[in-house]
């Protein structure tokens, strides 16, 4: 029989086998809401930053004074056009914002980690044996409940997350 790894605790001697599983499930959507959360913060922080060097590079052309052409890329333009693109590049990066909701989603699936970990401690310090169903039926009632208030994996990203945190298993279980 092989040697179980103490570090992992996505099973329990006693657990039944649905509880096994949702063990697994929950461990599984820590690690797809963890990357999720890291990714919408990383892109939703680079459209603040474009957001702030479009609007500062809009800013120094508009006070420049005496320069009526401006070179950028190797293009040449009057400045007011100069400034046109830019406010049109500030909207379309603020349109993008407000669409997608990269730093929202970020926060919801950050949320969804924090109730996760949460649920875990849960099936931890949870020390009925699998004889004891009002045990199993708690976790498994506090379990959907959790799972019912998590915001979607969407659908294209799943299987990409899911391999991401088989990976991850995988590298655990070599430790």
């Not at 293009?75 to 997608?100: C, D, K, N, P, Y």
Request: charged share 20%.
């Amino acid at each position: 029989m092989p040697e179980r790894n103490p570090h992992r605790s996505s099973l329990s001697n006693g657990d039944t086998p649905e509880i096994q599983r949702q063990r697994r499930v929950i461990n599984q959507m820590t690690t797809m809401h963890s990357l999720l959360a890291e990714r919408y913060r990383f892109w939703g922080k680079i459209l603040t930053v474009a957001l702030i060097l479009l609007s500062v590079a809009g800013a120094t052309m508009a006070f420049a004074s005496g320069i009526d052409t401006v070179r950028i890329f190797g293009l040449s333009a009057q400045r007011t056009t100069w400034l046109g693109w830019l406010a049109l590049a500030v909207i379309l990066v603020v349109l993008v914002e407000m669409v997608f909701d990269l730093r929202g989603r970020g926060v919801s699936h950050s949320d969804a980690v924090r109730k996760l970990a949460t649920l875990m401690s849960e099936y931890r310090a949870s020390t009925a044996s699998s004889t004891d169903a009002h045990e199993q039926e708690r976790l498994t009632s506090l379990y959907q409940f959790v799972m019912d208030g998590l915001p979607p994996i969407p659908e294209r990203q799943f299987n990409p997350l899911k391999a991401a945190h088989l990976k991850k298993e995988i590298g655990r279980a070599h430790v």
